[in-house]
């Protein structure tokens, strides 16, 4: 089942005082970016951000997680994201924790 619409938009609302927040479209579901740092996912209409050892203190030894999609490795599955202060603290923990992306090298012509 694909994520709707109005739930990736309702993603944004919340979690958009975080900084720059962006849902970018993969295979009918959405990859969660902040600040340019991949974050997680929103996959059938529920959030799943990447597991580290900053957000694993926030949220606890029991924190549900599991596979965004079939093959992956397991995300935290958050299932209620209304307490924006709870989950911006989340966040900029986990954003913290998170290595820059590489970035891209630089395209080069074919000579012919």
Same mark, same amino acid.
């Given at each position: 089942m +694909?994520?709707? #619409?109005?739930?990736?938009?309702?993603?944004q609302?919340?979690l958009?005082?975080?900084?720059e927040?962006?849902?970018?479209?993969m295979?009918?579901?959405?990859g969660?970016?902040?600040?340019g740092?991949?974050?997680?996912?929103?996959c059938?209409? %529920?959030?799943?951000? #990447?597991?580290?050892e900053?957000?694993?203190?926030?949220?606890?030894?029991?924190?549900?997680?599991?596979?965004?999609?079939?093959?992956?490795?397991?995300?935290?599955?958050?299932?209620?994201?209304?307490? %924006?202060?709870?989950?911006? +603290?989340l966040f900029? +923990?986990?954003?913290?924790?998170l290595?820059?992306?590489?970035?891209?090298? #630089?395209?080069?012509? #074919?000579?012919k």
């Amino acid at each position: 089942m +694909a994520t709707d #619409k109005e739930f990736a938009t309702y993603v944004q609302d919340q979690l958009g005082q975080l900084g720059e927040l962006s849902l970018r479209p993969m295979f009918g579901e959405y990859g969660l970016y902040l600040n340019g740092k991949i974050m997680g996912f929103v996959c059938d209409n %529920t959030l799943f951000l #990447k597991i580290t050892e900053a957000g694993q203190a926030i949220l606890g030894p029991d924190a549900p997680s599991g596979p965004c999609y079939p093959g992956s490795k397991p995300y935290f599955i958050l299932d209620s994201i209304e307490d %924006t202060d709870a989950m911006h +603290a989340l966040f900029n +923990a986990t954003w913290q924790a998170l290595p820059l992306p590489k970035p891209k090298g #630089k395209k080069t012509q #074919k000579k012919k």
